[in-house]
């Protein structure tokens, strides 16, 4: 929902949002006194001829859906102020017009349906034109996905209907209607106690508007601040909210679309822009139509074992490490757990490194596990046993950690697991 304020590339984490809960997906129940996780096969040995690219592991999870509406064909109204940089609003301007009509576009939406595998699927968008606001924007507003007041909801609707001394100059919605809004520098944008540029990036709502008949029906905007000089930095964000907005658009409704509802690898947020920003990958944007974007979840590619974040490079190879289970069990500490891990990739490669990070670091706090790996170099169809030990006792909701995998040109990828007390 959020793109998180700032994307640093050392860093293995999107700290944007989400926390540490138990995870809804477990293949299997640890041992509560030995505290080690079942491994469900042997010990990965390949006697029976040529190991497959890639190797065989447990599945990355899906992105669910949970019964809300999607935008079949997205027409994106671009809204911009006229004191702010005219190179800027027109290049905005020419990303909402073709952005979803592009190659990129089909892969990160065409497999999104109503209802999953049936029609009506998200197809190409189209623009829904153009308003310049020729007043100057006020420095802050508030805005809310919980149902509080909203200056900012407040401010669309009387651009919608008119009123309060504002001529309506946005087109009236239909069910595909995004407004996305790209402000000028120095506006700050407050959601639920959060300001823009700090907690987030931009992020997509909902709220409810009258249509062209006077039908109130909810509708969905985007908000995109000016956190930075670069246009790069909008477009991304804007690409993300787009996808996002189209697969889930009434999440501030609290009516989901599809979200991922394993929060393992939702840390950063369940939807489909949020999961290629908080799984701990490289390179996850591309350009397309001169814009750089970003990347997002594909279900069918994760289930395939490739990256699951589309578009793929070409020449992209994906490689992992996947655990066997997905929680571990550290009753108390000093206890250890042992995880079998299966290394993966889905096309020839040199051995990688395999790292395990303690996600306490990563809300400055002191790490509460400590990793040995049996070996830390591997490849497709390696079998690896990494032992935890818990220096302190597992808080209520457990601490994640992930196994990283680090090729030699620096590209990485992740997996998360949960430790828990029980």
């Not at 930075?228 to 477009?235: A, F, I, V």
Request: aromatic letters at 8%; hydrophobic letters at 35%; charged letters at 15%.
């Amino acid at each position: 929902m959020r793109v998180a304020a700032l994307l640093v590339a050392s860093s293995l984490f999107a700290l944007g949002c989400g926390g540490s809960t138990a995870n809804q997906n477990d293949a299997g129940n640890p041992s509560d006194d030995a505290g080690v996780a079942e491994t469900g096969g042997d010990d990965g040995a390949a006697d029976a001829g040529p190991i497959p690219y890639p190797a065989p592991h447990t599945a990355m999870p899906q992105v669910d859906y949970n019964g809300g509406r999607i935008l079949q064909n997205p027409k994106i109204v671009t809204i911009t102020w006229s004191n702010d940089d005219a190179q800027m609003v027109s290049r905005m301007q020419q990303f909402g017009d073709v952005i979803t009509s592009t190659a990129w576009w089909t892969a990160v939406s065409s497999e999104y349906c109503q209802q999953p595998g049936n029609k009506p699927c998200i197809g190409p968008g189209t623009s829904g034109g153009h308003v310049v606001i020729n007043t100057t924007p006020p420095s802050d507003f508030s805005d809310s996905s919980q149902g509080a007041a909203s200056s900012l909801q407040d401010f669309i609707h009387d651009h919608v209907v008119g009123g309060n001394n504002i001529t309506a100059d946005f087109p009236a919605p239909d069910d595909n209607t995004l407004y996305v809004l790209y402000f000028p520098p120095g506006v700050t944008i407050t959601l639920d106690g959060d300001p823009s540029c700090d907690s987030f990036g931009a992020y997509h709502n909902t709220m409810v508007l009258p249509n062209a008949n006077q039908l109130l029906i909810n509708v969905a905007y985007a908000i995109i601040p000016r956190c930075g000089q670069k246009e790069s930095t909008t477009t991304i964000s804007s690409s993300h909210e787009i996808i996002e907005a189209a697969t889930d658009p009434d999440i501030g409704q609290t009516n989901l679309s599809y979200y991922m509802l394993n929060q393992l690898w939702a840390i950063a947020g369940g939807e489909v822009g949020d999961l290629c920003e908080g799984i701990g990958s490289s390179g996850t944007t591309t350009t397309e139509s001169t814009f750089v974007v970003q990347r997002s979840w594909s279900n069918k590619s994760a289930a395939s074992g490739h990256n699951p974040c589309v578009p793929i490079p070409s020449g992209d190879v994906y490689f992992n490490a996947a655990p066997r289970q997905q929680k571990v069990v550290l009753a108390k500490a000093g206890a250890t757990a042992v995880l079998d891990i299966d290394a993966f990739s889905d096309a020839p490669m040199d051995p990688w490194t395999l790292t395990a990070l303690d996600f306490a670091q990563f809300q400055q706090q002191l790490p509460l596990l400590t990793f040995s790996f049996d070996k830390t170099q591997v490849q497709n169809g390696d079998h690896v046993q990494l032992t935890i030990t818990a220096k302190a006792a597992m808080p209520s909701g457990g601490d994640e950690f992930i196994i990283s995998s680090k090729d030699s040109n620096g590209n990485r990828h992740s997996w998360p697991v949960l430790a828990s007390a029980h």
